[in-house]
């Protein structure tokens, strides 16, 4: 693939925060790629102005009612609707790039529809690796596809990795910013609202990622979405709080030299990495001042502030469909948090009573995700009913 190459994009979860950010970057290097495909859940409004602006073949809107609303306008494109819509945008011909950015466990399908397409994706959607790592990965292989990731410290590790062996890896080291509670006196966690939970320090991002940042669960995710990506056993993956967001994380080798990748905190760094991938583009962030760098801090997370992360691991060990319950019990307490009816401490307890009452059994296949999925859901429905009475 020579420079002159244009690379055709479709976006799964195109208004949503990493879809926006995808589309503001691609509408900096129009000589490099093409958008051929969107899909969001509901947001025409936003999908209106991204046709205008961007010209895709193909738009899918989840929400049906939605999508009908949108045909009405007559806009120059192909309106599709339903999970059946999300699917064909996500295997669309002459696509070589799908970006994954479907917020929660609604991207996993697509995504692996994009897969068995032999489509290259561009992952943001931790939630898939995370509920069918195992699946995922192993269908990739078959089918010679690359995943590159956009989440910010995995885009780390893989640039640092640089396509060394597994065995020549000591150790990664995953860094974490705390949240916006980091320093948040510890009896005060109870009764913080949702606002003052989405005031990120430094990325902006969507909703439920925020939340889990907060919590350290998007930590937890991203040690499980790590495993299956780098292909490393959970002992090699530490976690680190760096309050300023400037080291997206580590790699240790086994001699014992460690490589780390930063800039400044802006998503479109990762992004840009894995749309132009192996190809570096230029001016893609601000150069970083490091000599206007007072310090950069690391520190362990402490349990007590951050009990999610433990149950991270705790199911990453168990394994088979105990992951794929971690994740789903948590969307359901995050959006329960959101919505006002759970308190933060609570999502922990939420997830981990979940957790205890699950009987792990392998995944065999993607029913298999989907069953274990829809038992966390309802289980967790259920127990944050009973905590509001
Ligand atoms: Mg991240």
Known sequence: MGKNYLKK????????????NTLNVISRYPERFKVIGIAAKSNIQVL????????????????CSAAERLKKKNPPAEILSGEKGLIEVAKLKGVDLVVSAIVGSAGLIPTLEAIKARKNIALATKEALVMAGEIIMAEAQRKGVKIIPVDSEHSAVFQCINGRKAEEIQRIILTA????????????????????????PNWFMGKKVTIDSATLMNKGLEVIEAHYLFNLPPHKIDVVLHPQSIVHSFVEFIDGSILSQMSVPDM??????ALSYPERLERVLPSLDISKMRKLTFEKPAQVRYPCLRLAYQALAAGGTMPCVLNSANEVAVDAFLNK????KKIHNVVANIMKIH???????????????????????EIIESLSY
């Open 48 to 63: 209106e102005s991204q046709i205008r602006d961007f010209k895709p073949e193909v738009v899918a809107v989840f929400d």
């Open 341 to 344: 009816k759970l308190p933060f």
């Open 177 to 200: 910013s705390g949240g916006p509670f980091l320093r948040k006196d510890l009896s005060k966690l109870k009764t913080v609202t949702p606002q003052e939970a989405l005031k990120h």
């Open 9 to 20: 994009i479709s976006i799964l979860g195109s208004t949503g925060s990493i879809g926006k």
């Open 268 to 273: 479109r760094g990762p992004i840009c990495y």
């Open 359 to 381: 009987n792990v059994s392998k995944c065999k296949d993607i029913g298999d995700v989907l069953k274990a999925s829809e038992w966390a859901k309802e289980k967790a429905g």
